[in-house]
Protein backbone atom coordinates (compact mmCIF):
# COMPACT_ATOMS: atom_id res chain seq x y z
CA UNK A 1 0.00 0.00 0.00
CA UNK A 2 1.38 3.35 -0.62
CA UNK A 3 2.54 4.70 2.71
CA UNK A 4 -0.24 8.11 1.29
CA UNK A 5 -2.80 5.91 1.12
CA UNK A 6 -2.06 4.16 4.68
CA UNK A 7 -1.79 7.31 6.44
CA UNK A 8 -4.67 8.84 5.09
CA UNK A 9 -6.58 5.66 6.28
CA UNK A 10 -4.83 5.43 9.58
CA UNK A 11 -5.93 9.68 10.17
CA UNK A 12 -9.61 9.55 8.98
CA UNK A 13 -12.08 8.47 11.21
CA UNK A 14 -14.45 7.35 8.33
CA UNK A 15 -12.60 5.33 6.66
CA UNK A 16 -11.42 3.56 9.52
CA UNK A 17 -14.98 2.77 9.98
CA UNK A 18 -15.51 1.57 6.82
CA UNK A 19 -12.52 -0.78 6.85
CA UNK A 20 -13.21 -2.04 10.57
CA UNK A 21 -17.40 -2.73 9.03
CA UNK A 22 -15.70 -4.56 6.21
CA UNK A 23 -13.46 -6.84 8.05
CA UNK A 24 -16.49 -7.81 10.22
CA UNK A 25 -18.42 -9.11 7.43
CA UNK A 26 -17.98 -12.83 6.38
CA UNK A 27 -19.36 -12.24 2.39
CA UNK A 28 -17.91 -9.13 0.56
CA UNK A 29 -20.43 -7.97 -1.64
CA UNK A 30 -19.84 -7.60 -5.66
CA UNK A 31 -20.47 -4.60 -7.61
CA UNK A 32 -23.89 -4.83 -9.21
CA UNK A 33 -22.14 -4.69 -12.81
CA UNK A 34 -20.22 -7.92 -12.32
CA UNK A 35 -23.19 -9.65 -10.45
CA UNK A 36 -25.40 -9.24 -13.78
CA UNK A 37 -23.22 -10.53 -15.93
CA UNK A 38 -22.43 -13.72 -13.58
CA UNK A 39 -25.17 -15.83 -15.88
CA UNK A 40 -24.06 -14.67 -19.03
CA UNK A 41 -20.72 -16.00 -17.64
CA UNK A 42 -22.15 -19.14 -16.85
CA UNK A 43 -23.93 -20.29 -19.90
CA UNK A 44 -20.71 -19.45 -21.64
CA UNK A 45 -18.16 -21.20 -19.56
CA UNK A 46 -20.94 -24.42 -19.75
CA UNK A 47 -21.32 -23.97 -23.81
CA UNK A 48 -17.11 -24.68 -23.59
CA UNK A 49 -17.43 -27.58 -21.35
CA UNK A 50 -20.26 -28.83 -22.99
CA UNK A 51 -18.26 -28.37 -26.64
CA UNK A 52 -15.45 -29.82 -25.68
CA UNK A 53 -16.91 -33.05 -24.30
CA UNK A 54 -19.19 -33.09 -27.58
CA UNK A 55 -15.89 -33.22 -29.20
CA UNK A 56 -14.10 -35.63 -27.14
CA UNK A 57 -17.19 -38.28 -27.69
CA UNK A 58 -17.05 -38.24 -31.59
CA UNK A 59 -13.35 -38.52 -31.11
CA UNK A 60 -13.92 -41.60 -29.05
CA UNK A 61 -16.89 -42.89 -31.15
CA UNK A 62 -14.66 -42.35 -34.59
CA UNK A 63 -11.75 -44.22 -32.25
CA UNK A 64 -14.08 -46.86 -31.67
CA UNK A 65 -15.71 -47.70 -34.93
CA UNK A 66 -12.47 -47.79 -36.54
CA UNK A 67 -11.23 -50.63 -33.69
CA UNK A 68 -14.78 -52.67 -34.96
CA UNK A 69 -13.95 -52.01 -38.75
CA UNK A 70 -10.26 -53.70 -37.85
CA UNK A 71 -11.18 -56.65 -36.02
CA UNK A 72 -14.44 -57.37 -38.47
CA UNK A 73 -11.50 -57.54 -41.11
CA UNK A 74 -9.11 -60.02 -39.30
CA UNK A 75 -11.48 -63.26 -39.82
CA UNK A 76 -11.65 -62.49 -43.70
CA UNK A 77 -7.94 -61.95 -44.02
CA UNK A 78 -7.36 -65.74 -42.16
CA UNK A 79 -9.98 -67.14 -44.50
CA UNK A 80 -8.15 -65.62 -47.40
CA UNK A 81 -4.80 -66.73 -45.93
CA UNK A 82 -6.17 -70.60 -45.07
CA UNK A 83 -7.74 -70.66 -48.60
CA UNK A 84 -4.42 -69.78 -50.22
CA UNK A 85 -2.50 -72.45 -48.86
CA UNK A 86 -5.11 -75.17 -49.13
CA UNK A 87 -5.09 -74.07 -53.15
CA UNK A 88 -1.56 -74.50 -53.05
CA UNK A 89 -1.66 -77.72 -51.20
CA UNK A 90 -4.98 -78.81 -53.85
CA UNK A 91 -2.45 -77.88 -56.74
CA UNK A 92 0.80 -78.11 -56.64
CA UNK A 93 1.24 -80.27 -53.27
CA UNK A 94 3.71 -79.21 -50.63
CA UNK A 95 5.35 -76.50 -52.69
CA UNK A 96 6.64 -78.05 -55.58
CA UNK A 97 6.48 -77.00 -58.66
CA UNK A 98 4.30 -79.43 -61.25
CA UNK A 99 5.90 -80.64 -64.56
CA UNK A 100 3.39 -77.87 -66.50
CA UNK A 101 2.00 -74.43 -64.78
CA UNK A 102 -1.18 -74.88 -67.33
CA UNK A 103 -4.22 -77.42 -66.64
CA UNK A 104 -3.73 -80.67 -69.23
CA UNK A 105 -6.98 -82.21 -68.78
CA UNK A 106 -9.92 -82.26 -66.92
CA UNK A 107 -12.04 -85.29 -64.87
CA UNK A 108 -15.21 -84.94 -66.30
CA UNK A 109 -16.58 -88.62 -64.99
CA UNK A 110 -15.31 -90.23 -61.84
CA UNK A 111 -17.31 -93.29 -60.82
CA UNK A 112 -17.03 -95.53 -57.23
CA UNK A 113 -13.49 -94.63 -55.72
CA UNK A 114 -11.66 -92.32 -57.62
CA UNK A 115 -8.27 -90.90 -56.51
CA UNK A 116 -5.77 -88.20 -57.51
CA UNK A 117 -2.28 -87.45 -56.93
CA UNK A 118 -0.82 -83.98 -57.20
CA UNK A 119 2.61 -83.72 -58.75
CA UNK A 120 4.78 -83.20 -55.82
CA UNK A 121 2.78 -84.77 -53.24
CA UNK A 122 2.54 -88.33 -51.61
CA UNK A 123 -1.02 -88.85 -50.17
CA UNK A 124 -3.86 -89.49 -52.75
CA UNK A 125 -7.00 -86.87 -52.22
CA UNK A 126 -10.38 -88.11 -53.41
CA UNK A 127 -11.10 -87.19 -57.27
CA UNK A 128 -14.21 -85.18 -58.31
CA UNK A 129 -15.61 -84.35 -61.10
CA UNK A 130 -14.48 -80.90 -63.31
CA UNK A 131 -11.07 -81.36 -60.92
CA UNK A 132 -8.51 -79.75 -63.05
CA UNK A 133 -5.50 -81.74 -63.44
CA UNK A 134 -1.71 -79.92 -63.96
CA UNK A 135 1.23 -81.94 -65.66
CA UNK A 136 1.90 -84.38 -62.91
CA UNK A 137 -0.92 -85.12 -61.47
CA UNK A 138 -2.01 -88.76 -61.66
CA UNK A 139 -5.49 -90.50 -61.40
CA UNK A 140 -5.90 -93.80 -59.46
CA UNK A 141 -9.22 -95.72 -59.80
CA UNK A 142 -10.21 -98.60 -57.35
CA UNK A 143 -11.95 -101.55 -57.55
CA UNK A 144 -15.51 -101.62 -60.21
CA UNK A 145 -14.32 -97.68 -60.48
CA UNK A 146 -13.95 -95.95 -63.67
CA UNK A 147 -13.00 -92.50 -64.70
CA UNK A 148 -12.68 -90.41 -68.04
CA UNK A 149 -10.25 -87.66 -68.40
CA UNK A 150 -10.49 -84.83 -71.30
CA UNK A 151 -7.82 -82.69 -72.80
CA UNK A 152 -8.38 -79.33 -74.74
CA UNK A 153 -7.97 -80.86 -78.37
CA UNK A 154 -11.04 -83.00 -77.96
CA UNK A 155 -8.93 -86.32 -77.32
CA UNK A 156 -10.33 -88.99 -73.78
CA UNK A 157 -8.76 -91.15 -71.89
CA UNK A 158 -11.19 -93.53 -70.45
CA UNK A 159 -9.52 -95.22 -67.37
CA UNK A 160 -11.24 -98.92 -66.04
CA UNK A 161 -10.91 -100.58 -62.70
CA UNK A 162 -7.72 -101.06 -61.20
CA UNK A 163 -6.05 -98.37 -63.41
CA UNK A 164 -3.47 -95.33 -62.97
CA UNK A 165 -2.57 -92.85 -65.13
CA UNK A 166 -0.58 -89.93 -65.16
CA UNK A 167 -1.18 -86.74 -66.99
CA UNK A 168 1.85 -85.07 -68.61
CA UNK A 169 1.60 -82.50 -71.63
CA UNK A 170 -0.11 -82.07 -74.82
CA UNK A 171 2.23 -84.15 -76.68
CA UNK A 172 3.17 -86.59 -74.34
CA UNK A 173 -0.38 -87.12 -72.98
CA UNK A 174 0.84 -89.31 -70.10
CA UNK A 175 1.82 -92.32 -68.53
CA UNK A 176 -0.20 -95.41 -68.57
CA UNK A 177 1.36 -97.76 -65.98
CA UNK A 178 -1.53 -99.88 -64.39
CA UNK A 179 -4.78 -101.57 -66.17
CA UNK A 180 -7.04 -100.70 -68.75
CA UNK A 181 -7.83 -97.40 -70.60
CA UNK A 182 -9.66 -96.44 -73.57
CA UNK A 183 -7.59 -93.97 -75.87
CA UNK A 184 -9.64 -91.19 -78.26
CA UNK A 185 -6.83 -89.50 -79.65
CA UNK A 186 -8.03 -86.38 -82.08
CA UNK A 187 -6.01 -86.16 -85.43
CA UNK A 188 -3.12 -84.17 -84.69
CA UNK A 189 -3.16 -80.75 -87.16
CA UNK A 190 0.91 -80.02 -86.36
CA UNK A 191 3.71 -82.25 -87.21
CA UNK A 192 4.60 -85.53 -84.80
CA UNK A 193 2.54 -87.72 -82.91
CA UNK A 194 1.51 -88.07 -79.37
CA UNK A 195 3.16 -90.60 -77.23
CA UNK A 196 1.54 -92.30 -74.33
CA UNK A 197 4.48 -93.93 -72.29
CA UNK A 198 4.17 -97.69 -70.48
CA UNK A 199 6.93 -99.63 -68.35
CA UNK A 200 7.14 -102.17 -71.49
CA UNK A 201 7.68 -99.23 -74.06
CA UNK A 202 6.09 -96.14 -75.92
CA UNK A 203 2.67 -95.98 -77.94
CA UNK A 204 2.71 -92.88 -80.84
CA UNK A 205 -0.33 -92.11 -82.95
CA UNK A 206 -1.50 -89.25 -85.11
CA UNK A 207 -5.01 -89.75 -84.30
CA UNK A 208 -6.52 -93.22 -83.58
CA UNK A 209 -9.11 -95.16 -81.09
CA UNK A 210 -7.47 -97.95 -79.11
CA UNK A 211 -7.49 -100.21 -75.88
CA UNK A 212 -4.46 -100.62 -74.45
CA UNK A 213 -3.47 -103.20 -70.98
CA UNK A 214 -0.83 -102.78 -68.61
CA UNK A 215 -0.82 -105.76 -66.73
CA UNK A 216 2.18 -107.24 -64.09
CA UNK A 217 3.06 -110.04 -66.18
CA UNK A 218 2.10 -109.10 -69.84
CA UNK A 219 -0.32 -106.30 -71.52
CA UNK A 220 -1.78 -105.72 -75.37
CA UNK A 221 -2.47 -102.80 -77.87
CA UNK A 222 -6.10 -103.49 -79.98
CA UNK A 223 -6.96 -100.80 -82.22
CA UNK A 224 -10.40 -99.45 -83.81
CA UNK A 225 -9.34 -96.43 -85.78
CA UNK A 226 -6.29 -94.84 -87.03
CA UNK A 227 -2.71 -96.19 -86.53
CA UNK A 228 -0.82 -96.97 -83.81
CA UNK A 229 2.87 -97.72 -83.54
CA UNK A 230 4.25 -99.53 -80.40
CA UNK A 231 8.05 -99.09 -79.90
CA UNK A 232 9.00 -101.76 -76.96
CA UNK A 233 11.96 -101.69 -74.66
CA UNK A 234 13.72 -104.52 -76.66
CA UNK A 235 14.23 -102.52 -79.61
CA UNK A 236 10.84 -103.95 -81.04
CA UNK A 237 8.52 -101.89 -83.41
CA UNK A 238 4.92 -102.82 -84.58
CA UNK A 239 2.24 -101.01 -86.61
CA UNK A 240 -0.82 -101.51 -86.03
CA UNK A 241 -3.86 -100.67 -87.90
CA UNK A 242 -7.71 -101.12 -87.35
CA UNK A 243 -8.14 -104.62 -86.01
CA UNK A 244 -5.32 -105.72 -84.99
CA UNK A 245 -3.90 -107.06 -81.43
CA UNK A 246 -0.82 -106.68 -80.17
CA UNK A 247 0.40 -108.32 -77.11
CA UNK A 248 3.69 -108.40 -74.80
CA UNK A 249 5.36 -109.36 -71.80
CA UNK A 250 6.10 -107.36 -68.56
CA UNK A 251 9.81 -106.79 -70.39
CA UNK A 252 8.62 -105.66 -73.38
CA UNK A 253 8.55 -108.50 -75.32
CA UNK A 254 6.18 -109.09 -78.55
CA UNK A 255 4.54 -112.26 -77.24
CA UNK A 256 1.84 -112.60 -79.94
CA UNK A 257 -0.09 -110.47 -82.79
CA UNK A 258 -3.09 -111.43 -84.02
CA UNK A 259 -6.56 -109.75 -86.74
CA UNK A 260 -9.11 -110.79 -84.53
CA UNK A 261 -11.34 -107.96 -86.28
CA UNK A 262 -12.61 -104.64 -85.12
CA UNK A 263 -16.30 -106.29 -84.13
CA UNK A 264 -14.21 -108.53 -81.65
CA UNK A 265 -11.77 -105.68 -79.93
CA UNK A 266 -14.77 -103.37 -79.63
CA UNK A 267 -15.74 -106.11 -77.03
CA UNK A 268 -12.22 -105.54 -74.98
CA UNK A 269 -13.52 -101.26 -74.93
CA UNK A 270 -16.13 -102.50 -72.31
CA UNK A 271 -14.34 -100.70 -68.64
CA UNK A 272 -17.45 -101.99 -66.99
CA UNK A 273 -17.50 -105.96 -67.48
CA UNK A 274 -13.57 -105.75 -68.65
CA UNK A 275 -14.20 -108.81 -69.95
CA UNK A 276 -10.63 -111.12 -70.78
CA UNK A 277 -8.74 -110.94 -73.32
CA UNK A 278 -8.33 -113.93 -73.68
CA UNK A 279 -12.10 -115.18 -73.19
CA UNK A 280 -12.64 -112.31 -76.24
CA UNK A 281 -9.97 -114.09 -78.00
CA UNK A 282 -10.70 -117.74 -78.07
CA UNK A 283 -14.25 -117.47 -78.15
CA UNK A 284 -13.08 -116.37 -82.21
CA UNK A 285 -11.80 -118.55 -84.58
CA UNK A 286 -8.72 -116.16 -84.98
CA UNK A 287 -5.17 -117.12 -86.80
CA UNK A 288 -2.43 -116.01 -84.71
CA UNK A 289 0.56 -115.21 -86.52
CA UNK A 290 -0.88 -113.88 -89.93
CA UNK A 291 0.35 -110.65 -89.70
CA UNK A 292 3.90 -109.83 -90.94
CA UNK A 293 6.01 -107.91 -88.42
CA UNK A 294 6.75 -104.23 -88.94
CA UNK A 295 10.20 -102.93 -89.76
CA UNK A 296 12.23 -100.18 -87.92
CA UNK A 297 12.33 -98.31 -91.23
CA UNK A 298 8.85 -97.27 -90.71
CA UNK A 299 7.24 -95.10 -87.97
CA UNK A 300 5.06 -92.07 -87.26
CA UNK A 301 7.54 -88.70 -87.09
CA UNK A 302 8.80 -86.72 -84.51
CA UNK A 303 9.10 -89.36 -81.24
CA UNK A 304 11.98 -88.98 -79.39
CA UNK A 305 14.41 -91.11 -78.15
CA UNK A 306 14.32 -90.62 -74.91
CA UNK A 307 11.65 -90.53 -72.49
CA UNK A 308 12.01 -90.22 -68.80
CA UNK A 309 9.76 -90.46 -65.55
CA UNK A 310 10.42 -89.69 -61.87
CA UNK A 311 9.13 -91.92 -59.15
CA UNK A 312 5.82 -92.33 -58.20
CA UNK A 313 3.61 -93.75 -55.95
CA UNK A 314 1.19 -95.47 -57.78
CA UNK A 315 0.08 -98.41 -54.75
CA UNK A 316 -3.68 -99.58 -54.81
CA UNK A 317 -5.72 -98.35 -52.18
CA UNK A 318 -4.91 -99.57 -49.16
CA UNK A 319 -1.31 -100.70 -50.11
CA UNK A 320 2.27 -99.00 -50.28
CA UNK A 321 4.14 -99.42 -53.42
CA UNK A 322 6.47 -97.61 -55.55
CA UNK A 323 7.92 -96.93 -58.39
CA UNK A 324 11.85 -97.20 -59.13
CA UNK A 325 13.60 -95.92 -62.33
CA UNK A 326 15.72 -98.68 -64.31
CA UNK A 327 17.20 -98.30 -67.53
CA UNK A 328 14.92 -99.48 -70.25
CA UNK A 329 15.58 -99.01 -73.86
CA UNK A 330 13.41 -97.72 -76.64
CA UNK A 331 14.37 -97.38 -80.52
CA UNK A 332 15.05 -93.94 -81.74
CA UNK A 333 13.27 -91.54 -83.80
CA UNK A 334 13.93 -92.05 -87.99
CA UNK A 335 13.03 -89.47 -90.72
CA UNK A 336 10.31 -88.34 -90.11
CA UNK A 337 9.57 -88.71 -94.42
CA UNK A 338 8.87 -92.04 -93.77
CA UNK A 339 5.60 -91.37 -92.44
CA UNK A 340 4.68 -89.99 -95.28
CA UNK A 341 5.69 -92.91 -97.48
CA UNK A 342 3.11 -95.62 -99.00
CA UNK A 343 4.11 -97.89 -96.79
CA UNK A 344 2.64 -96.36 -93.67
CA UNK A 345 -0.26 -94.11 -95.35
CA UNK A 346 -3.11 -92.92 -93.30
CA UNK A 347 -6.21 -92.83 -95.11
CA UNK A 348 -8.44 -89.22 -95.03
CA UNK A 349 -11.86 -90.98 -94.06
CA UNK A 350 -11.12 -94.24 -93.33
CA UNK A 351 -8.30 -95.59 -91.37
CA UNK A 352 -9.36 -99.30 -91.83
CA UNK A 353 -9.41 -99.17 -95.48
CA UNK A 354 -5.44 -99.48 -95.26
CA UNK A 355 -3.89 -102.10 -97.48
CA UNK A 356 -2.51 -104.54 -95.22
CA UNK A 357 -0.10 -105.81 -97.97
CA UNK A 358 1.35 -102.48 -97.44
CA UNK A 359 2.89 -103.47 -94.34
CA UNK A 360 6.78 -105.01 -95.13
CA UNK A 361 8.10 -107.60 -93.64
CA UNK A 362 10.28 -106.83 -90.72
CA UNK A 363 14.12 -107.60 -90.87
CA UNK A 364 16.14 -109.89 -88.77
CA UNK A 365 17.70 -107.02 -86.50
CA UNK A 366 15.49 -104.43 -85.20
CA UNK A 367 17.90 -101.14 -86.44
CA UNK A 368 19.04 -98.29 -83.91
CA UNK A 369 18.64 -97.96 -79.90
CA UNK A 370 17.57 -95.59 -77.84
CA UNK A 371 18.08 -95.15 -74.19
CA UNK A 372 15.36 -93.84 -71.61
CA UNK A 373 14.98 -94.23 -67.79
CA UNK A 374 10.96 -95.32 -67.38
CA UNK A 375 10.39 -98.24 -65.05
CA UNK A 376 8.06 -99.48 -62.66
CA UNK A 377 8.60 -102.37 -59.88
CA UNK A 378 6.49 -103.36 -57.81
CA UNK A 379 2.89 -103.11 -59.90
Known sequence: MPPELARHLKGCSGCSALLSRLRAQSVVRLPESLVAGIPDMKKHVLSQIGRQNARLEKETEAFAWSALWKL?????VLLLVIAYFMAGQTTHGTGQESLSGNVVATLVRAESLVEKLCAGTT???KALPADQLLGGDAIRTGDDASAELAFADGSKVLLGPGAWFKVNDEKQIGEHLRGRAVFEIEKQTGSGSVEILTPQGVTAVLGTKFVQEIGENAGFIAVTEGIVEFRSNRQERQLLRPGHL??????GKITDRKEPGSAVILKL????????LEAVVSSENIDSGALPLVGPDVEPA????????????????GVENSLSSDSVQTVPAV???????????????????ASEDALPVEPDQAGGSGQSTLGVTGL
Open 335 to 353: DPAGIASDDVSVPDNNASE
Open 246 to 251: LCFDSS
Open 302 to 317: SITDTVGTSAEKIDRP
Open 123 to 125: DYV
Open 269 to 276: YDLKQCVA
Open 72 to 76: ALIPF
